[in-house]
C-alpha cells in the first residue's frame, strides 16, 4: 500500500506562486501521479499529471500557469504554481494511479491518496 504525504501548501496573494511536494513511501515506476483539488462545496478536479516516462497534462484552467515534475526515482511528485488566483483556492490531494490513469482526470481510477494540503489565495 502506497502511502503519499503532501506538503507546501500555504496562504499567498493573488499572482504569488508556491510548491507543493508529495512523497511516497515506495518507487511509483510504472504508474501515473497526479495532483486532483476540492474547493469548499465543489468537486475533485484534476489539475496536473505525469506518467512515469515524462508525458503529462494539465487542466485548461492551469495550463501555462502550473508546472508538474517528478524525480527520477519516482517517489516525489512536484506541483509548481505560479500566478496564482482567488479561484485556486482549494485543498490540494497527491494521487497515485497506473499508468493509463494519466489519459484523462477521473479520480476514480486512482487507488492512492495523500491527506492534503490546503492552498488560499486572497485577493
Known amino acids: 500500500q502506497v502511502q503519499l504525504q503532501e506538503s507546501g501548501g500555504g496562504s499567498v496573494q493573488s499572482g504569488g506562486s508556491l510548491r507543493l511536494s508529495c512523497v511516497a513511501s515506495?518507487?511509483?515506476?510504472?504508474?501515473?501521479m497526479g495532483w486532483f483539488r476540492q474547493a469548499p462545496g465543489k468537486g475533485r478536479e484534476g489539475v496536473a499529471n505525469?506518467?512515469?516516462?515524462?508525458?503529462?497534462r494539465y487542466a485548461d484552467s492551469v495550463k501555462g500557469r502550473f508546472a508538474i515534475s517528478q524525480d527520477n526515482a519516482k517517489m516525489r511528485q512536484y506541483l509548481q504554481m505560479n500566478s496564482l488566483e482567488p479561484e485556486d483556492t482549494a485543498m490540494f490531494y497527491c494521487?497515485?494511479?497506473?499508468?493509463?490513469?494519466?489519459?484523462?482526470?477521473?479520480?476514480?481510477?486512482?487507488?492512492?491518496w495523500g491527506q492534503g494540503t490546503q492552498v488560499t489565495v486572497s485577493s
Open positions: 494521487a497515485v494511479g497506473p499508468f493509463w490513469s494519466c489519459s484523462d482526470f477521473r479520480a476514480n481510477d486512482f487507488d492512492h
Open positions: 505525469i506518467r512515469s516516462d515524462g508525458i503529462t
Open positions: 515506495e518507487a511509483t515506476a510504472g504508474t501515473c
